[in-house]
C-alpha cells in the first residue's frame, strides 16, 4: 500500500520575514500534495496530458517537458506514446525537483526513454519535436521573455506538431477576476489551507508567478508562429490550451 506524500504545511506559521517563492528540497518534498490542493483540475490535466502524446507524437521524434519539475507530466506522457523512436526531455532548473524526478523516472517500467535535464528552459535546444508540454510553467518566467521561449519552441517542432501550455490566468474584467479569484480561494479552504496558509502562500509568490489573461497567450502563441490555438481545459482561474504548428 503506497504511502500518502508528505502534507504541505510550509506556510502553516506566522513567518517574520517572507523571502519570495523558491522550488527547493522543502517545496519538492510537499509538491504533490502543494499542487493538488492549490491548482484546480491539476490532477486532469495530468491524466489527460497522456492523450496528447497518443494522439499527436510522432515516430522517431523528441517529446519535451519544460519545468518538469517531479515528472508528472513525462510520465503521463511516456504512459501514452504509442509510436517507436521517441525520447522524452525533461527539464528543470530546480536541483531538488530534478533529484526527485529521476527517482520516479527511474522507479517506471514504460519503454519510452527519458533524459532529465537540470538546466534553464530558456537554454535548451528545442529540435524534432513532435510534443512541447509547458506546465504551469511559463507564468515564472518575467513576462518579456515568454514571447521568445515560445518562438525557440515553435522553430524546433515539426510540421504537425503541439504544444500544451498550462498557465493560472487573470482577467481583464475586475468582475470576472473577483469571482475567478473567490472560488481559487474557496477551492483552497475546502482543501484545508487557513487564512494565514493562503495569505502567506500568495505573497511568497506575488513577485514570482505573473499571470496573463486568455487573450494574452493566445495573442502571443500566434505571433510566435503557432496556426492554431485551442482553449482544452479551464477549471476557474487555471487552464490550458494546445497550439498546433502548420503541416
Same mark, same amino acid.
Given at each position: @500500500? &503506497?504511502?500518502? %506524500?508528505?502534507?504541505?504545511? +510550509?506556510? &502553516?506559521? %506566522?513567518? %517574520? @520575514? +517572507?523571502?519570495d517563492f523558491q522550488f527547493d528540497e522543502r517545496v519538492a518534498s510537499v509538491f504533490p500534495d502543494m499542487i493538488r490542493r492549490s491548482v484546480p483540475g491539476y490532477g486532469d490535466i495530468i491524466a489527460l496530458l497522456g492523450l496528447f502524446a497518443e494522439q499527436y507524437a510522432q515516430p522517431n521524434s523528441r517529446i519535451y517537458d519544460l519545468g518538469c519539475s517531479l515528472g508528472a507530466a513525462t510520465l503521463s506522457l511516456r504512459r501514452r506514446i504509442q509510436v517507436p523512436g521517441c525520447r522524452i526531455i525533461a527539464v528543470d532548473n530546480a536541483e531538488a525537483m530534478v533529484a526527485r524526478c529521476r527517482e520516479h523516472i527511474a522507479s517506471d517500467l514504460s519503454p519510452t526513454p527519458v533524459e532529465v535535464i537540470e538546466a534553464d528552459i530558456r537554454e535548451v535546444v528545442i529540435e524534432q519535436a513532435s510534443v512541447v508540454v509547458l506546465n504551469f510553467t511559463l507564468q515564472f518566467l518575467p513576462p518579456t521573455e515568454r514571447l521568445n521561449l515560445l518562438q525557440t519552441i515553435h522553430a524546433g517542432m515539426l510540421p504537425g506538431g503541439v504544444l500544451i501550455l498550462s498557465e493560472k490566468l487573470c482577467f481583464p474584467d475586475p468582475q470576472s477576476q473577483a469571482f475567478e479569484e473567490q472560488m481559487h480561494l474557496a477551492f483552497k479552504r475546502a482543501n484545508g489551507y487557513s487564512e494565514m496558509e493562503i495569505s502567506q502562500k500568495r505573497a511568497a509568490l506575488e513577485n514570482v508567478l505573473v499571470p496573463d489573461t486568455l487573450a494574452q497567450h493566445r495573442a502571443r502563441l500566434t505571433e510566435a508562429g503557432f496556426a492554431q490555438v485551442e482553449s482544452w481545459f479551464q477549471a476557474f482561474n487555471f487552464a490550458s490550451l494546445v497550439a498546433f504548428k502548420k503541416h
Open positions: @500500500m &503506497s504511502q500518502a %506524500p508528505p502534507r504541505d504545511t +510550509l506556510f &502553516s506559521q %506566522p513567518e %517574520p @520575514m +517572507l523571502v
